[in-house]
């Protein structure tokens, strides 16, 4: 029920008179009036604060027993608010436990707000106690030196270590806010009792190189591998390898040392003498030698030049001895037997005299030289012995001869061709070409007075389809009439001069020798005559090699009856009739073109089918020579030419004239019965 309404009503007002004034009426304002008014002005400057202030909430998460402070104006604590004016404060709050936290914060217009200050706790005081004391702490990588030392509030890894103990890891917690926490740890020890005793006693017992103890001991070793030695004067040292785990004691067997080897000292005048010890090899002197104690020791000392010395040793344990030879000289005879007879010999780099003599020289290594002008020198190296004569024959070569020495007889080159060695210079001058009187002669047949006077290898062989598919892979030699020319082990063929020279030049290329022939824009077009690269040969060296013997020139390759024995060479025989159209009369060879090289005997020098089975290019430019010139050495012909001489009977050829080794064809071109063979140089 609502109150009854009150009614105001109005009051007269009358001014109070200016003579009313207290201090000219002589009044006092009384104690209680002041009071009242004084308390009046408060209530209202409260009831105005009050209207006007905001409610500021401080938050500390977390927190116990804070204390906030709030500067920058009148700040009213309410509860858990403070009730300010709008304007510029700053928080102080405090804890215990924490860091004490300022905050710079606005009151704005809002009539509440709230801020939150996180509080930063103090770190914590961690004791470590480890067993053993003093054990090296690292707490997240760092090493704690101080006993005590503080830590911020979190997780931690420390690792504890010290010598001779286990390293260990642990987890642990620091709460901080000032607290001291005690963490405790015992380290598990890293090292074994281990129990060494040894006959006799009193053995240093050495651990990875340190003494550690004699014996008999008990030792306590760091687990591991360790490497004991054990000691002691007159006996050998004694060694062995132990693995020592943690906490696993041993007792190992007795060792048993052994008494030490005796020293010897030897040396010997002179020096670098060889030593032999019961028979076997101990060195040089000066030497020391190790011993078995307690036996009889048979020493020999020698040295090329010098008697032998001798001596019988026998050393006590551990003792050491001394022993000096003086070594007497040692010579023996030596007979030389020298040609030519003025040829000088040195003994050792010093001229002892010329042609054979007989010297008594020093049991050791001589170095043996003879030499003369002209003469390759000789050199060896002997040693004369005691009571026993030697003879040293010598005879020296001329340099020619000891430069054809030195050449293989025989090789192979890279194609596969065996190259065979053949010297035309004991032959003197010869005669190739054929007389007038020759029947089947041809009239480019010009007799010439030759000499040859360079070595030279040949082929053994003609070149096959496989060895010059090497050079030129699509070459192919074709067929005759359904019968192939093209197999592997059959000359090649429908090669030209040209294609046979480089042929020759690739060869030498693949062997690292100077191409003989001069090439310009893949042509031949000349030679160069000191080269050793492979060449076709020439046609002197054709004939050379097919006519020459002591008693005159050959005519026909199986001598100078006409016509050959069955199988002689591969010529045009009866088998051949229908493709050559022309046969050796009642010859049979067993081929109808040409047969795989080397399918008939070897004719000069060792050499295949110089007569037949195809014909070959030589390295001549032909031409008709001059009759009646003067000798020529080692004629190669003209650089270059339109036509070049072909040697040798094929298996298309039957007639005598064809057949003759001095006959001579020409042309540049290829022929299916035309091939050739390689030659080069020895020198």
């Given at each position: 029920m609502s109150e009854p309404e009150r009614k105001v009503q109005p009051v007269s007002f009358e001014a109070r008179s200016s003579s009313t004034n207290p201090t000219q009426r002589g009044k006092r304002i009384s104690p209680r009036a002041i009071v009242l008014a004084s308390l009046g002005l408060s209530i209202a400057v409260i009831l105005l604060f009050l209207l006007s202030a905001r409610a500021l909430t401080v938050l500390t998460p977390a927190t116990d027993n804070r204390t906030v402070t709030v500067n920058g104006g009148l700040a009213v604590p309410f509860g858990e608010r403070f009730l300010v004016l709008e304007g510029e404060y700053t928080i102080k709050v405090e804890a215990p436990?924490?860091?004490?936290?300022?905050?710079?914060?606005?009151?704005?217009?809002?009539?509440?707000?709230?801020?939150?200050?996180?509080?930063?706790?103090?770190?914590?005081?961690?004791?470590?106690?480890?067993?053993?004391?003093?054990?090296?702490?690292?707490?997240?990588?760092?090493?704690?030196?101080?006993?005590?030392?503080?830590?911020?509030?979190?997780?931690?890894?420390?690792?504890?270590?010290?010598?001779?103990?286990?390293?260990?890891?642990?987890?642990?917690?620091?709460?901080?806010?000032?607290?001291?926490?005690?963490?405790?740890?015992?380290?598990?020890?890293?090292?074994?009792?281990?129990?060494?005793?040894?006959?006799?006693?009193?053995?240093?017992?050495?651990?990875?190189?340190?003494?550690?103890?004699?014996?008999?001991?008990?030792?306590?070793?760091?687990?591991?591998?360790?490497?004991?030695?054990?000691?002691?004067?007159?006996?050998?040292?004694?060694?062995?390898?132990?693995?020592?785990?943690?906490?696993?004691?041993?007792k190992l067997n007795t060792v048993r040392l052994t008494p030490a080897a005796g020293v010897l000292t030897l040396k010997s005048v002179p020096s670098q003498a060889t030593v032999l010890v019961n028979n076997t090899y101990r060195g040089l002197t000066p030497l020391t030698l190790s011993l078995t104690p307690?036996?009889?020791?048979?020493?020999?000392?020698?040295?090329?030049?010098?008697?032998?010395?001798?001596?019988?040793?026998?050393?006590?344990?551990?003792?050491?001895?001394?022993?000096?030879?003086?070594?007497?000289?040692?010579?023996?005879?030596?007979h030389f037997q020298i040609t030519p007879e003025n040829a000088q010999l040195s003994i050792n780099g010093e001229f002892v005299g010329r042609g054979s003599q007989s010297l008594t020289l020093a049991e050791r290594p001589q170095t043996i030289q003879v030499k003369l002008d002209g003469y390759e020198t000789f050199e060896t190296e002997i040693t004369p012995r005691k009571g026993l004569e030697q003879v040293v024959q010598v005879a020296l070569l001329t340099e020619a001869e000891a430069r054809a020495a030195r050449m293989p007889r025989q090789y192979r080159s890279r194609v596969g061709l065996e190259m065979q060695l053949i010297d035309p210079r004991d032959a003197g001058i010869f005669t190739t070409g054929s007389s007038r009187r020759d029947s089947g002669r041809r009239a480019n047949e010009t007799e010439q007075q030759v000499k040859l006077d360079r070595a030279l290898y040949i082929a053994k062989t003609e070149t096959t389809n496989a060895q010059f598919r090497l050079f030129a892979s699509e070459h192919n030699s074709g067929a005759v009439q359904g019968n192939s020319l093209n197999r592997d082990t059959q000359p090649v063929v429908g090669v030209s001069w040209q294609q046979a020279a480089q042929f020759c030049n690739w060869l030498s290329r693949q062997e690292g020798l100077t191409p003989f022939y001069l090439e310009q824009d893949g042509i031949v077009v000349g030679f160069d005559p000191v080269s050793i690269g492979y060449r076709l040969p020439t046609e002197a060296e054709w004939e050379f090699i097919t006519r020459w013997q002591s008693t005159g020139m050959k005519r026909f390759l199986w001598g100078d009856t006409f016509p050959p024995a069955d199988r002689t060479e591969n010529f045009a025989d009866a088998s051949s009739a229908y493709v050559t159209g022309r046969i050796v009369a009642d010859y049979q060879d067993g081929h109808i073109v040409s047969a795989p090289v080397a399918s008939f005997n070897a004719g000069p020098y060792g050499l295949f089918d110089l007569a037949g089975n195809v014909a070959e290019w030589s390295h001549d430019v032909y031409e008709i020579p001059a009759p009646n010139q003067a000798p020529q050495i080692n004629p190669m012909g003209a650089q270059t030419g339109d036509n070049y001489v072909v040697k040798g009977a094929s298996w298309s050829l039957s007639k005598l004239a064809e057949l003759r080794l001095s006959y001579r064809d020409y042309g540049a071109r290829g022929r299916d019965d035309l091939g050739f063979r390689i030659a080069r140089y020895a020198e």
């Open positions: 436990g924490f860091f004490p936290t300022e905050r710079s914060i606005t009151v704005a217009e809002s009539e509440s707000q709230s801020v939150t200050i996180s509080l930063t706790a103090l770190p914590g005081k961690v004791q470590f106690l480890t067993k053993p004391s003093g054990a090296q702490v690292v707490v997240n990588g760092e090493v704690i030196a101080d006993q005590i030392t503080e830590l911020k509030p979190g997780d931690y890894t420390a690792t504890i270590s010290a010598p001779r103990y286990q390293d260990a890891e642990i987890q642990f917690g620091v709460a901080g806010k000032g607290l001291q926490e005690t963490i405790s740890f015992e380290l598990i020890p890293n090292w074994a009792e281990i129990e060494i005793t040894s006959e006799p006693s009193g053995a240093n017992v050495l651990v990875d190189g340190e003494l550690a103890a004699i014996t008999p001991a008990v030792i306590e070793m760091l687990a591991g591998t360790r490497e004991i030695q054990l000691q002691k004067s007159a006996y050998e040292d004694h060694n062995l390898t132990l693995e020592v785990h943690a906490l696993e004691a041993q307690g036996e009889n020791h048979d020493i020999v000392i020698s040295k090329p030049g010098f008697e032998s010395s001798r001596l019988t040793k026998r050393l006590d344990p551990g003792t050491t001895d001394q022993h000096r030879v003086q070594l007497s000289n040692s010579s023996g005879l030596v």
